[in-house]
């Protein structure tokens, strides 16, 4: 049996106002189309819903306990239109995003708290990842946005990279240093320094080539006398007076009061840059809000 949902429409309409010329009204239809639609359902359903006279029209038992049924099928179509409408604009549904957590502490927690906000209906996965692993993310759609550095982006068929953040590099090292006061530092004077830096396999990809070439540019190569696996580890080790670093400043609201950060001047992209990443072929709705949010707190640049 099929039943139409505007013949319950039509039913619903008749039992609020028990009048066929009264639902016609509110519904802008001739009363003739309710009278038949009502009488079809009827007999599809093989039940009497109306007991009509010249004078009245009620409900009928059988009329009665349909009511509420057709009044819960009605609405639950409703709301099923609703959410589809909803996931198609971004609405509802699920957003995965990748960061890089130093990077994004600064910026990433109040636009998240305003995409809530503005979103609630929307999950949002967030995770720390290393950079290798968001890449690799975004490249199987297993992520939708990504916060990490450029280098390596540009293989992913389809991707769109702006960058959203930059932070200068700075020469680290232990407040007993004779060089720690200075307010900058010229990369060549670091040249008979021992160098700590995060390990080439480990790094975000280009970080230890991109410091070695800060080096090079400045006319000696490091002399790199520990390279750890985790760049936290970096600032531990230059803690224990090991070496110097060479970290963006990203990283001093996680040193100890033991460590300085000084400006290096006098070298090429000297900076660390940060870039938000998403496939353009990406069908999930919620990725444009969130882009589009984001601009009204960081512009891309």
Same mark, same amino acid.
């Given at each position: !049996?099929?039943?139409?949902?505007?013949? /319950?429409?039509?039913?619903?309409?008749? #039992?609020?106002?028990?009048?066929?010329? $009264?639902?016609?009204?509110?519904?802008?239809?001739?009363?003739? &189309?309710?009278?038949?639609?009502?009488?079809?359902?009827?007999?599809? !359903?093989?039940?009497? /819903?109306?007991?009509?006279?010249?004078?009245?029209?009620? /409900?009928?038992?059988?009329?009665?306990?349909?009511?509420?049924?057709?009044?819960?099928?009605?609405?639950? !179509? @409703?709301?099923?239109?609703?959410? &589809? +409408?909803?996931? $198609?604009?971004?609405?509802?549904?699920? /957003?995965?995003?990748?960061?890089?957590?130093?990077?994004?502490?600064?910026?990433?927690?109040?636009?998240?708290? @305003?995409?809530?906000? +503005?979103?609630?209906?929307?999950?949002?996965?967030?995770?720390?990842?290393?950079?290798?692993?968001?890449? $690799? %993310?975004?490249?199987?759609?297993?992520?939708?946005? %990504?916060?990490?550095?450029?280098?390596?982006?540009?293989?992913?068929?389809?991707?769109?990279?702006?960058?959203?953040?930059?932070?200068?590099?700075?020469?680290?090292?232990?407040?007993?240093?004779?060089?720690?006061?200075?307010?900058?530092?010229? !990369? &060549?004077?670091?040249?008979?320094?021992?160098?700590?830096?995060?390990?080439?396999?480990?790094?975000?990809?280009? =970080?230890?080539?991109?410091?070695?070439?800060?080096?090079?540019?400045?006319?000696?190569?490091?002399?790199?006398?520990?390279?750890?696996?985790?760049?936290?580890?970096?600032?531990?080790?230059?803690?224990?007076?090991?070496?110097?670093?060479?970290?963006? =400043?990203?990283?001093? #609201?996680?040193?100890?009061?033991?460590? +300085?950060?000084?400006?290096?001047?006098?070298?090429?992209?000297?900076?660390? $840059?940060? #870039?938000? #990443?998403?496939?353009?072929?990406?069908?999930?709705?919620?990725?444009?809000?969130?882009?589009?949010?984001?601009?009204?707190?960081?512009?891309?640049?």
């Amino acid at each position: !049996m099929h039943l139409d949902i505007r013949q /319950l429409r039509y039913f619903i309409a008749v #039992a609020k106002y028990l009048s066929f010329t $009264e639902a016609a009204n509110q519904l802008y239809v001739a009363q003739s &189309a309710i009278s038949q639609q009502i009488a079809d359902l009827e007999e599809k !359903m093989g039940v009497k /819903l109306f007991k009509r006279s010249k004078r009245s029209v009620e /409900l009928t038992p059988a009329g009665a306990v349909f009511l509420k049924e057709a009044e819960e099928i009605v609405e639950k !179509m @409703a709301e099923a239109v609703d959410k &589809a +409408r909803q996931t $198609e604009n971004g609405i509802i549904g699920s /957003l995965n995003i990748g960061f890089l957590s130093v990077h994004v502490k600064d910026f990433l927690p109040g636009i998240i708290k @305003a995409f809530r906000a +503005r979103y609630p209906k929307v999950e949002l996965n967030l995770n720390h990842y290393p950079s290798q692993m968001i890449k $690799e %993310g975004l490249e199987k759609n297993d992520l939708d946005i %990504g916060f990490a550095i450029p280098s390596g982006l540009h293989r992913i068929e389809g991707i769109q990279i702006r960058t959203v953040h930059r932070s200068p590099y700075c020469a680290v090292m232990h407040r007993n240093h004779p060089l720690a006061h200075r307010s900058s530092i010229h !990369m &060549a004077e670091l040249s008979h320094e021992p160098f700590v830096i995060h390990n080439r396999h480990d790094s975000p990809v280009g =970080s230890y080539d991109h410091i070695v070439r800060l080096c090079q540019q400045s006319g000696f190569v490091p002399n790199v006398v520990s390279h750890p696996r985790f760049v936290d580890s970096v600032l531990v080790l230059v803690e224990s007076e090991i070496g110097i670093g060479v970290l963006p =400043s990203d990283f001093e #609201a996680y040193a100890s009061p033991q460590i +300085r950060f000084v400006p290096i001047e006098g070298v090429e992209d000297n900076h660390f $840059e940060l #870039a938000i #990443a998403w496939k353009e072929t990406n069908m999930n709705p919620s990725v444009a809000l969130f882009l589009d949010l984001f601009q009204e707190f960081i512009p891309f640049q």
